[in-house]
């Protein structure tokens, strides 16, 4: 009797709100690296300053109002030049009113090495956002890169990779998709 209570209070609850139905898809599309990926309730995030190239301060809840993939990266982290163009593809491919790649360059990262980081690896669509204190990445509890935090269209981080991964893959797009409301057929 409890199961079938548990079962049918589930299906109320999203049903009622999509959103969470949408997340209990997306976790389910996680195979190869996106397995590290960690779905969790919503979470508010850090109201701390980050700027854009031209000092510009801004907020994360400055992108309220769709999905956002934030990933915290530095110029000297491998791991990050592998993955940059990745999340290039998955901002060419999604990037609108509904989805953006948001990518912070955190700690000691001077804009002409950023620069250069993002010629050398080709990349031209994403943005190029300085947190050079690491005061947004500590708040955010960033320990170590790169990690990445997708946030819902309410500015509440849902789930948190630490480590890189195939930002490209069936399974990524997949997620995002759905996450999004997109059609991957």
């Known amino acids: 009797m409890r199961l079938i209570i548990a079962v049918l209070y589930t299906a109320l609850a999203f049903s009622a709100n999509p959103s969470i139905a949408d997340v209990a898809k997306a976790e389910a599309l996680r195979e190869g690296t996106m397995k590290k990926l960690i779905f969790s309730d919503a ?5 701390e300053i980050f700027t854009d190239p031209s000092g510009a301060e801004m907020q994360l809840a400055d992108f309220a109002g769709k999905h956002v993939l934030v990933n915290f990266w ?3 982290c491998a791991p990050c030049r592998k ?13 609108g009113d509904d989805f953006e790649v948001v990518t912070i ?8 090495a950023i620069d250069r980081f993002f010629d050398e690896i080709e990349v031209d669509n994403l943005p190029k956002y300085l947190d050079p204190r690491s005061g947004l990445a500590r708040d955010m509890g960033v320990l170590g890169l790169p990690i990445t935090v ?4 309410d500015g509440q981080e849902i789930a ?3 480590g890189d991964a195939v930002w490209n893959s069936d399974s990524a797009k997949a997620i995002i998709g759905t996450l999004i409301g997109a059609d991957q057929s």
Not at 43 to 47: E, G, K, L, N, P
Not at 105 to 112: D, E, H, M, Y
Not at 150 to 153: A, D, R, S, T, V
């Open 150 to 153: 997708i946030l819902n269209p």
């Open 105 to 112: 360059a955190t700690g000691r990262n001077p804009l002409p």
């Open 74 to 76: 530095a110029t000297w």
């Open 160 to 162: 948190r990779m630490r």
């Open 43 to 47: 979470a508010d995030v850090s109201t």
């Open 83 to 95: 993955e940059m163009p990745q999340l290039a593809e998955l901002q060419a491919e999604f990037g």
